[in-house]
Structure formats: structure tokens, C-alpha cells
């Protein structure tokens, strides 16, 4: 699947029944990302369910890991602190040329927006945060993170992503503190709709949503 207007590929890489690794699919991203760098390949979203499993960036503070889970925890290479991924979650992991550092902040802005757009089709007012990364929504607390973002750029290309939570256990979350914050929750677009919503129900929403977005990248 590609734009008319760019040249971007959306590479489907393994949704449910079939789950994908954590490693499978970092080393995926790091071929993709080095023929893409190399002008070998197009810009690419990868899109996938990963098996369950707890991903711990940079800034990733011993109080937020887990101490109970037997859920394996895997450092990575991103921005950010811990989160999780597994079943009922559609990761997306676009690796787009952005030309260097200074594109970090608005390519993290336009991947929160592409998701709002993604949500509102289904009646989810999704927002940004000023101060933190991902998609949120009222609770009946505090707001709740329905998409979490975390990247990397390197060589002028990004990795890493966004995870958007259609159908999944939120009960891993209580295992961490996610992404480090203490004073919100987590949520998913199932629980907010009332009813049963899949990764492979919102792929072409968000494969369409990205193509769409995708045009404000600086050439």
C-alpha cells in the first residue's frame, strides 16, 4: 500500500493470531531502517501485535520496573521509560527520513495527531498533553493514555513508535508505573467504546491515517 504522492510502503508484519516477538520485530526495524537510510527501500510503517512483553527506554527508573511479572523486560534503544506490549495492541513502527534531531518533536506532535484522527471516527476525543508524549482521554479521575509514542532517530531516519490500545489486559500496566507517570491512567479503545475492538479492526485506519500525515514531512 502506498500514497500517490510518496512514496511510502506500509509493511504488515504480524497481527493476531500470528504475534510477533519483541527481538523479531526490533530487528526487523533495524533492517528496514538501515535500506531505508541507505536508499534502498521507501519509507516504511511497519505495523504489528507484539507478544506480551515490557520494553524499557533510556530514561527508565528502577521504581517503575516491574518486581512480581514474569512478563520478560527488554532495554531498548528509545527515548522514554517503560511501557508495555502484547495482544489487543497495534504497535506502528514508522521508519520515514526526517533530516536529523531537530524533526524529533514534530514527528512525535504529528504521529499524536494522525492517532486522534484515528479515534474520533469512533466517537473517542483524544488530546495531547503539554509536557508529555501520546494520546489521552478523560477519566474519571485523571486523564488516560490510549496510545503511548516513544522514537529514536538515527541517521536522519526514525524507529521506534506508537502503540495504540484497541482490545488489551490494561492489568500489565499496574505492574510498572507506564512511561513513568504516577498521576494518570490507561485506557483502551474497547473500554471506551463498550465494545470489542481489534489491532487488525483499526489497521486500515491507521495505515490511511499515516499516508495522510505523512504528506507534512519535510522533504
Given at each position: ?37 541507505a536508499g534502498d527501500r521507501d519509507d516504511t510503517l511497519i505495523l504489528l501485535e507484539h507478544e506480551a512483553v515490557f520494553t524499557a527506554g533510556s530514561r527508565t527508573e528502577p521504581a517503575d520496573r516491574p518486581t512480581r ?151
Amino acid at each position: 500500500m502506498r500514497s500517490e504522492e510518496h512514496d511510502v510502503e506500509i509493511l504488515d508484519a504480524g497481527l493476531a493470531p500470528s504475534l510477533v516477538p519483541y527481538t523479531e520485530g526490533w530487528e526487523l526495524q533495524r533492517r528496514i531502517h538501515s535500506e531505508v537510510v541507505a536508499g534502498d527501500r521507501d519509507d516504511t510503517l511497519i505495523l504489528l501485535e507484539h507478544e506480551a512483553v515490557f520494553t524499557a527506554g533510556s530514561r527508565t527508573e528502577p521504581a517503575d520496573r516491574p518486581t512480581r511479572s514474569t512478563t520478560p523486560v527488554i532495554e531498548v534503544d528509545r527515548g522514554g521509560r517503560i511501557t508495555w506490549h502484547g495482544p489487543g495492541q497495534l504497535v506502528g513502527y514508522p521508519i520515514v527520513r526526517l533530516g536529523g534531531q531537530r524533526e524529533v518533536v514534530p514527528h512525535v506532535r504529528r504521529l499524536e495527531r494522525m492517532l486522534i484522527d484515528v479515534l474520533r471516527p469512533l466517537g473517542i476525543s483524544g488530546y495531547q498533553v503539554t509536557g508529555r508524549t501520546g494520546v489521552w482521554v478523560d477519566g474519571p479521575l485523571a486523564p488516560a493514555k490510549i496510545a503511548a509514542i516513544g522514537v529514536r532517530v538515527e541517521k536522519g531516519a526514525s524507529m521506534h513508535g506508537f502503540a495504540l490500545n484497541c482490545s488489551n489486559s490494561l492489568a500489565p500496566f499496574d505492574e510498572i508505573v507506564p512511561c513513568g507517570i504516577r498521576d494518570a491512567g490507561v485506557t483502551t479503545i474497547s473500554r471506551e467504546i463498550g465494545g470489542e475492538t481489534t489491532p487488525a479492526a483499526m489497521r486500515d485506519a491507521v495505515a490511511s491515517a499515516f499516508l495522510e500525515i505523512f504528506e507534512e514531512v519535510p522533504a
